[in-house]
């Protein structure tokens, strides 16, 4: 079992910068590739960056891309989202996610943080 716990979101006007951490315990946290999605009120949940477990490779989202940057401490069992320019299409609960070695199953999830960008 991996157990993710996010942390930092909160209310930001647009323009504006947040840091999303997600601290993990339980298994080897080298071990896994780590995801951060999102989901807005009445859609569904989308990738919106990942980090290798090995590697280290970044992957991001088309909407995201140059203002979001992920990153990973394993010696602080930790996933990072920075996100800047924030826009009020941001706005959505951020969900950290563990998915062993290769991205192909997410299994383990934290329980969210709300982001919400203002106009």
């Known amino acids: 079992q991996v157990q993710l716990v996010e942390s930092g979101g909160g209310l930001v006007q647009a323009g504006g910068s947040l840091r999303l951490s997600c601290a993990a315990s339980?298994?080897?946290?080298?071990?896994?590739?780590m995801g951060w999605f999102r989901q807005a009120p009445g859609k569904g949940r989308e990738i919106v960056a990942s980090?290798?477990?090995?590697?280290?490779?970044?992957n991001y989202a088309d909407s995201v891309k140059g203002r979001f940057t992920i990153s990973r401490d394993n010696a602080k069992n930790t996933v990072y989202l920075q996100m800047n320019a924030l826009k009020p299409e941001d706005t959505a609960v951020y969900y950290c996610?563990?998915?062993?070695?290769?991205?192909?199953?997410?299994?383990?999830w934290g329980q969210g943080t709300q982001v919400t960008v203002s106009s």
């Open positions: 980090i290798g477990w090995y590697s280290g490779v970044t």
């Open positions: 996610a563990a998915s062993y070695r290769a991205p192909r199953n997410y299994a383990y």
């Open positions: 339980g298994r080897t946290f080298s071990d896994y590739t």
